[in-house]
């Protein structure tokens, strides 16, 4: 958040929230037009946050982001609300430059088939979410060795 604060808040006025609870007192407090929401926020979901904040102001733009998006996931969003979504690694004047372009609602390569190394990944980090991020238990469900896992979530995610 830090970076977003550097990189924006010479030309915008920018307030940061590490939770559902802190982004919607923000929200009950300021006027804002864009809101930058990440999918995971601690034990939270983003697309939680996405429903209650276009219930609270429906004229805000929400992006969501994160690096751990599936398909049904990013439709989740959309459905709760989400104007734009955009997988990680992505920076915060690519998202203000993608909504000032006006671009789809929607990134093109969510409505594509997945490729089996994207459902593979996909599939992969929601065992590990089943599992509260413990990698042990995670690859023993996988069936797979811990090292295994452990150098398949060192690497991107793949794109599609």
């Not at 919607?24 to 999918?39: G, M, P, S, W, Y």
């Not at 991020?133 to 811990?146: F, K, T």
């Amino acid at each position: 958040m830090a970076a977003c604060k550097r990189s924006l808040g010479r030309e915008r006025t920018v307030n940061t929230a590490f939770d559902a609870g802190m982004a919607l007192q923000l929200a009950r407090a300021h006027d804002f037009d864009l809101a930058i929401i990440d999918l995971r926020l601690g034990n939270e979901s983003g697309i939680t946050l996405v429903r209650d904040l276009k219930a609270e102001r429906p004229d805000t733009t929400i992006a969501m982001v994160s690096g751990y998006l599936s398909v049904s996931s990013a439709v989740a969003a959309v459905r709760a609300g989400a104007d734009l979504i955009l997988f990680k690694p992505v920076t915060f004047r690519e998202i203000v430059r993608r909504v000032e372009e006006g671009m789809p609602s929607l990134d093109p390569s969510i409505e594509e088939t997945p490729t089996l190394a994207r459902a593979e990944w996909e599939h992969i980090t929601r065992v590990l979410a089943d599992c509260n991020g413990n990698v042990s238990m995670a690859a023993r469900r996988l069936g797979i060795h811990r090292q295994s896992l452990q150098r398949r979530l060192r690497k991107f995610p793949p794109r599609a």
